[in-house]
DNA sequence: CCTCATATACTCAAGTCGAGTATATGATAG
DNA sequence: CTATCATATACTCGACTTGAGTATATGAGG
């Protein structure tokens, strides 16, 4: 996890605002004050395209919206936060979930907002890996690019236009208002956190801080979620603002960034990448899934001695043809990994140049 | 998080134990099925002795028994879970929070039970870092020896004697009962789990591994709260049990397992350790600090390098003398790392031999 | 001023890693 | 049927990192 967690050291953050009463009867079974959401944002790979797992709330007034899986907790019909996580994604898509892990909770007060519906006051995000044989067979739901909600980390095609032609301008003016806030003791400047999370003046872009960089276009007010939950958006920009990504109901584009952020660092110190392919694969098509996941171009060369020397993949004793050249061997995942190596993982970098 | 997620990958994992009735009217305020009890783990270092912030239950019958400070959360009082957690944590102990950071939601039925009690369902864990000269001034609570609830994470003079005298022995026995249980698919063998957990024929010491071990002591019915919770005790063995740690209560030994494993494995990748020191130290009173959290044995030598190299610190030009030899510089942390690099930390890596 | 204990500086070999060149081999066009 | 292509796989090499050690510096205390 790569909040700001670092940066916040803050004296206290906010008791003064207290009794802002918003109490509200909610009609399902056993809830009251608080409610607990559970939200799954379930992952794979379809054609070299990292995608998520998402359901378009038709009800809505225009195009409708798209979130993730959820559904309430109830302690009485489940015995774990996860079991009830699994029930209510297998009545939403009908698809059973493999690897599943906790994201992180998210209680902030007024974050949780639609319109007019009923409140989700802490939201519990998880992030599940599937693969992509077994990711076809959905009741209801679709696979949708996670680029489609977060194009500014789409590196794919080099650094995304989106970036320097629409983000970096308005955020500059961002960092340069007056802040008001009384909030953090030792508050990180905006122009820092804008060039830290954004890779700025000469900085690395770290494809791993999805989050830090949406949260900072929140507090920017550059999404569509923080206008919907009333934040004033970057001011002095005139005009309407594009889309900076599609949004998501609730706070789920926040568990999806959660999400991204954390796929992109486990795959580096634990074998989850194999959740996401075939039972056999070639090297060139492991790579290409960690690339979808991480952003593009390893160097192949290392990356074969990589994982070959880790030990996390046996050959098959098959090759596969028809790649375009030399048939290239197949490999399985080697599962003693993980009773060998206390942390095993592909533990790769991103090419320089 | 090294939970044996990993190891997981299951099926279903039990959704056909349905409605075993836990209707439970509480008396607090706004709730009813559902409540949030937000959890502190409060560390400090005092003496290059790792400690945390414990409350005891003096309304026990026998002795008292340790708890984390918590309180439940109340989305009308509170705008965040985190300021939620800052104010009952001041309202018990008096002490002001600086660095506070999420761990873990844990949900399992019957993992927060006491007896007679009420009821968490769910509670979410912290982890909160401060300095000795903070943590003096406490209303109520008392700083403790971690190592006292896990007495086998203490590597401090050698490899502690309750390893092999007790937990081993007790541990290969449960380890060769036959398994019942219909749950994993794909199940990790008994052995493999305490082998890698324990680091035993071989394998290293994961120092990070905290929860894996106290989950697996727990799943052995070794530790009170196993017992407690209603689990038979690893079978076949006959008497009393000695004590495998000083309980705490529901489900607090968990949360601060959960706790010493993450700031073990943060402060390699972010430079929270400084969190725990004062503002000017020498490096060797850094290195204790790091020991004290790891487990000892540093080369000081390439510490030093390390620290300065990563230009985590800087010299305040003083020095300090009465170290019992030369003089030591004074250093400071150097908070620009933070807007420089992308994840600085103290890389440290134990000695071998 | 000698000895002690610690602080700090420097050395060196082994391993890791980025980046490249060289070779192998099935598919396909002519 | 062979040249060409595209990819797979093998090997190389220098730069950097890292573990582990030796050497030197300096205040305190007798």
């Given at each position: 996890?790569?909040?700001?967690?670092?940066?916040?050291?803050?004296?206290?953050?906010?008791?003064?605002?207290?009794?802002?009463?918003?109490?509200?009867?909610?009609?399902?079974?056993?809830?009251?004050?608080?409610?607990?959401?559970?939200?799954?944002?379930?992952?794979?790979?379809?054609?070299?395209?990292?995608?998520?797992?998402?359901?378009?709330?038709?009800?809505?007034?225009?195009?409708?919206?798209?979130?993730?899986?959820?559904?309430?907790?109830?302690?009485?019909?489940?015995?774990?936060?996860?079991?009830?996580?699994?029930?209510?994604?297998?009545?939403?898509?009908?698809?059973?979930?493999?690897?599943?892990?906790?994201?992180?909770?998210?209680?902030?007060?007024?974050?949780?907002?639609?319109?007019?519906?009923?409140?989700?006051?802490?939201?519990?995000?998880?992030?599940?890996?599937?693969?992509?044989?077994?990711?076809?067979?959905?009741?209801?739901?679709?696979?949708?690019?996670?680029?489609?909600?977060?194009?500014?980390?789409?590196?794919?095609?080099?650094?995304?236009?989106?970036?320097?032609?629409?983000?970096?301008?308005?955020?500059?003016?961002?960092?340069?208002?007056?802040?008001?806030?009384?909030?953090?003791?030792?508050?990180?400047?905006?122009?820092?956190?804008?060039r830290i999370?954004?890779?700025?003046?000469?900085?690395?872009?770290?494809?791993?801080?999805?989050?830090?960089?949406?949260?900072?276009?929140?507090?920017a007010g550059?999404?569509?979620?923080?206008?919907?939950?009333?934040?004033?958006?970057?001011?002095?920009?005139?005009?309407?603002?594009?889309?900076?990504?599609?949004?998501?109901?609730?706070?789920?584009?926040?568990?999806?960034?959660?999400?991204?952020?954390?796929?992109?660092?486990?795959?580096?110190?634990?074998?989850?990448?194999?959740?996401?392919?075939?039972?056999?694969?070639?090297?060139?098509?492991?790579?290409?899934?960690?690339?979808?996941?991480?952003?593009?171009?390893?160097?192949?060369?290392?990356?074969?001695?990589?994982?070959?020397?880790?030990?996390?993949?046996?050959?098959?004793?098959?090759?596969?043809?028809?790649?375009?050249?030399?048939?290239?061997?197949?490999?399985?995942?080697?599962?003693?990994?993980l009773l060998?190596?206390?942390?095993?993982?592909?533990?790769?970098?991103?090419?320089?140049?």
């Amino acid at each position: 996890m790569v909040t700001d967690a670092n940066f916040k050291r803050r004296v206290h953050d906010g008791e003064s605002n207290a009794a802002e009463e918003t109490h509200h009867t909610v009609s399902r079974s056993e809830t009251a004050g608080v409610e607990i959401g559970l939200n799954a944002a379930i992952v794979a790979v379809i054609d070299d395209e990292p995608v998520v797992l998402v359901i378009r709330n038709e009800a809505e007034p225009v195009g409708g919206i798209d979130g993730l899986p959820f559904g309430p907790f109830s302690p009485v019909a489940h015995r774990t936060l996860e079991s009830g996580l699994r029930s209510w994604v297998e009545e939403q898509t009908g698809l059973g979930l493999g690897y599943v892990e906790q994201l992180y909770t998210f209680g902030d007060r007024g974050r949780h907002a639609e319109p007019g519906d009923s409140m989700h006051v802490v939201s519990i995000g998880y992030l599940a890996l599937t693969e992509t044989g077994h990711a076809r067979d959905l009741a209801h739901g679709s696979w949708r690019s996670w680029y489609q909600y977060f194009p500014w980390e789409d590196w794919r095609k080099g650094r995304p236009e989106i970036l320097s032609a629409e983000i970096e301008p308005r955020l500059k003016e961002w960092a340069q208002q007056p802040v008001s806030r009384s909030a953090p003791a030792r508050p990180v400047p905006r122009e820092d956190r804008v060039r830290i999370c954004f890779g700025l003046d000469g900085g690395a872009w770290d494809e791993e801080k999805v989050l830090d960089r949406f949260e900072l276009l929140y507090d920017a007010g550059l999404v569509e979620e923080a206008r919907r939950d009333g934040r004033e958006s970057a001011s002095g920009w005139s005009g309407p603002l594009p889309r900076f990504g599609a949004p998501m109901r609730f706070d789920h584009r926040r568990i999806l960034a959660t999400a991204i952020g954390r796929v992109r660092a486990k795959i580096k110190y634990r074998p989850v990448i194999f959740e996401l392919m075939p039972d056999d694969f070639t090297l060139f098509e492991l790579q290409k899934t960690v690339e979808a996941i991480l952003g593009p171009h390893l160097h192949k060369q290392n990356f074969r001695r990589l994982v070959e020397s880790a030990g996390l993949v046996e050959p098959t004793g098959e090759v596969k043809t028809q790649t375009g050249g030399r048939p290239a061997k197949l490999f399985r995942f080697r599962r003693e990994v993980l009773l060998e190596r206390p942390a095993p993982g592909v533990r790769v970098k991103p090419i320089r140049s």
